[in-house]
């Protein structure tokens, strides 16, 4: 059963840009599909990009589309997601997930979960 690990939260001015970092210690990410998901204080959870396996094809929800950018880095055996011109509304818990890549990307077609990166955009 694959173990995922996020980080590379923390606190940014709006505007600022920071880069999460998806792991799964003991196993090849480059065999999965990795979901990104996030979840703001009374709020439900929002997939917001993924990229696919072999194929790496990526997606983005339109909240994120532009200033969001995921990537693959199969020699560091890494998925990441850069952030780019952050909003207050950015805010949330963020989550990297496995096994699937496809438009809406929705939290049930997801079965391997990490448990979260804190982002924090001031304003």
């Known amino acids: 059963q694959v173990q995922l690990v996020e980080f590379g939260g923390g606190l940014v001015q709006s505007g600022g840009s920071l880069r999460l970092s998806c792991a799964a210690p003991?196993?090849?990410?480059?065999?999965?599909?990795i979901g990104w998901f996030r979840q703001a204080p009374g709020k439900e959870r929002e997939g917001i990009s993924c990229?696919?396996?072999?194929?790496?094809?990526?997606h983005y929800t339109d909240s994120v589309k532009g200033r969001f950018t995921v990537a693959r880095d199969n020699a560091e055996n890494m998925v990441y997601l850069q952030m780019n011109n952050l909003k207050p509304e950015d805010t949330a818990v963020y989550f990297c997930?496995?096994?699937?890549?496809?438009?809406?990307?929705?939290?049930?077609?997801?079965?391997?979960w990490g448990r979260g990166t804190q982002v924090t955009v001031s304003s």
């Open positions: 990229i696919g396996s072999t194929e790496g094809s990526t």
């Open positions: 003991g196993f090849r990410m480059a065999d999965y599909a």
């Open positions: 997930a496995a096994d699937w890549c496809t438009i809406p990307i929705n939290e049930h077609d997801y079965d391997f």
